[in-house]
């Protein structure tokens, strides 16, 4: 049991994970790696706490515990977007209240003497962090090593300056490692999901990718050891119903991925739950067989990496993709009923020009045709991951980078530019892109080209499960009469007519979507609704709809009013269904039981 009364004490390490306030941080900064860390450190006998957040949370980092204590020691999560913020709080920190500060990350490894200076910390963590922080521990409070002799770091001498110990070997054995306790964390109790981690390393060489420049063996946690700790966190936290596996190479292994799959099915009769994983476009393109197995197992949302509609661009990126290959996958995944498929565009990156941006443009536009109300994307700009090919070397990329602007910028400005696209280019491109991509798919969605049924599925995982796409969260909603009627519909409050038994229909209540008076114009004289005219018996019907009588009652109502102008009862109940059905089409009617 990893909570007790040691919460009260003060803390030998905090560890802390506070980014800046943008849209691109997401989940209050839910890492797994802090977790994992502090699971790792308290079975070793230390006290470890863990802070996530907004930059404006900083002020709480020192704050006395129960006992008047504050942290002995404090180590960061530094990252490409976050490395600033880190570097002056670290100096505060240091400076203020005198403790150690240690800090590491995914980007950590390229840290030098120059931030460790500004930073005023007692190290900087490389790569996997479990043992070297630990030793960091046991040398600072428990007499242990002195850090010339611990590996993976890297550090200030006083005497002999910058010192950089040889690199950690990666951990071979990660079943030996405890499942993270989520517990531990501030308001998890409101959580909907949680992270996974199934693995580490990646084969890959991404020019782009830190992920690619760093660690290239990969080593997988057992699928037993993995699917025992979904269900402990599921047992844990019900409210979750949304886990996400973090790997980038979830997909690599097929025979893998099938185990996994029959294990989430066994899992999902017990725990009502979906999931989410980044599946690489060349492993699924192999092996389509895996799109299917994941979908039936669950599989809400998967990301894949497009980076780019180019062929050129893709080679220089080093993806060993195509655009064939990528609409292929993104078909698969149509034809697989994944409901969710999501990739980005990078935007300043090789070779750049307004000819390789249209070409991702129509790379986007064929894979939203390929899966309508399924795949959704957004261009973002490049950025130069710290050790990655196109760092080190961007002008054999053809591109140059433009670093400095990271000292008061992140996301929101380019940081590179090419011989054809200068900063206020792509400033211009990514705007017209986006603003392109969100009106190719409103045309698509206001001209019927997605499905009743996705919409309602991508719905469904909404309102049952809190997984969202750019579909839901920015195209469907702008018609506001189908979105009440696709939420309302989801949530189980109505149902469509073709869900219910035929011999049943009569006794349901049809029940609008809208009221009248917001919802029905008359400013022409006669009544409309979504731009229709309404004949007389259009508009009784509607009027009826108001779920207060059953569906057998609205017809002899409607009948008694208008049933004179047909030849018989028969040919009225046929126009008025056809009537019924066009409302429920237009997302103006639907059906309650009560």
């Known amino acids: ?49 863990i802070r996530m957040g907004l930059a404006c949370a900083a002020d709480e980092l020192m704050k006395p515990s129960a006992d008047g204590g504050i942290p002995k020691s404090i180590g960061f999560y530094c990252d490409y977007e976050n490395v600033t913020l880190v570097r002056g709080l670290s100096a505060d920190i240091s400076k203020k ?43 600072k409070f428990r007499g242990g ?3 010339n002799e611990i590996d993976g770091i890297s550090y200030i001498d006083a005497e002999k300056g910058f010192i950089k110990t040889p690199d950690r070997p990666p951990i071979e054995d990660l079943d030996k490692f405890p499942h993270p306790d989520f517990r531990l964390e501030k308001g998890h109790e409101t959580w909907n999901s949680f992270p996974v981690m199934t693995g580490r390393g990646c084969p ?24 025992d700790e979904i269900k402990t966190h599921l047992t844990r936290h019900p409210q979750c ?6 790997d980038d190479t979830f997909t690599l292994n097929s025979k893998r991925v099938a185990g996994f799959c029959d294990g989430l099915i066994k899992l999902r009769r017990d725990f009502d739950f979906v999931w989410f994983c980044e599946g690489h476009v060349q492993t699924l393109a192999r092996d389509p067989e895996m799109l299917y197995r994941m979908s039936e197992a669950g599989l809400a949302k998967l990301f894949i990496g497009v980076e780019s509609g180019s062929d050129k661009v893709l080679s220089l990126y080093r993806k060993q993709t195509d655009r064939e290959m990528i609409i292929k996958v993104v078909s698969e995944c149509e034809k697989a009923n994944i409901a969710q498929v ?65 000292n008061h910028s992140l996301e929101d400005i380019p940081l590179s530019e090419t011989e054809l696209m200068n900063f206020e280019d792509l400033l211009a ?64 409050a109505l149902k469509r007519s073709n869900e219910i038994e035929p011999g049943e229909l009569p006794a349901w209540r049809p029940q609008r979507t809208f009221e ?20 007389p018996l259009e508009y009784e019907l509607l009027l009826l709809c108001s779920a207060k009588i059953k569906l057998s009652e609205v017809i002899d109502a409607a009948f008694q009013k208008y049933g004179r102008l047909f030849d018989c009862r028969g040919e009225f109940e046929i126009k008025a269904a056809a009537i019924l059905l066009e409302f429920e089409n237009n997302g103006w009617m639907a059906y309650s039981r009560f």
């Open 204 to 227: 890959f060489s991404c020019a782009f990718c830190h992920e690619g420049a760093g660690v290239k063996k990969v080593r997988y946690r057992s699928v037993e050891k993995v699917l």
């Open 241 to 246: 119903k949304y886990l996400f596996f973090i």
């Open 145 to 147: 090593k002195k850090y």
């Open 429 to 492: 491109a990514r705007l017209e892109f986006n603003r392109s991509v969100q009106k190719e798919m409103r045309k698509m969605y206001r001209d019927g080209c997605v499905a009743h049924e996705t919409i309602i599925q991508s719905y469904r995982l909404m309102v049952d499960y809190g997984v969202y796409s750019r579909w839901i969260a920015q195209i469907y909603p702008e018609n506001a009469v189908k979105n009440n009627y696709y939420t309302l519909i989801a949530g189980g």
């Open 342 to 406: 999501a990739g980005n565009i990078i935007l300043g990156g090789p070779v750049e020009s307004p000819a390789t941006i249209e070409e991702s443009l129509s790379l986007v536009k064929a894979l939203l045709r390929a899966a309508p109300g399924r795949f959704d994307t957004a261009g973002f700009y490049f950025i130069p991951y710290p050790g990655t090919a196109i760092t080190l070397d961007p002008e054999k990329f053809g591109m140059k980078t433009i670093c400095r602007r990271e």
């Open 1 to 49: 049991m990893i909570i007790n009364k040691e919460e009260n004490k003060a803390l030998d390490i905090l560890l802390v994970n506070l980014h800046r306030d943008y849209c691109g941080f997401l989940n209050g900064g839910l890492t797994i790696g802090l977790n994992l860390l502090a699971v790792f450190l308290r079975e070793r006998g230390y006290n470890a706490g």
């Open 97 to 139: 209240y005198g403790i150690a500060v240690f800090i590491g990350g995914p980007q950590a490894s390229e840290l030098g003497a120059g931030f460790i200076e500004a930073a005023r910390c007692d190290a900087v963590v490389r790569g996997e962090g479990e043992y070297a922080l630990l030793e960091l521990l046991d040398s």
């Open 516 to 535: 009248i008076w917001n919802g029905v114009s008359f400013d022409e004289g006669y009544p409309s609704a979504g731009g229709r005219v309404l004949s």
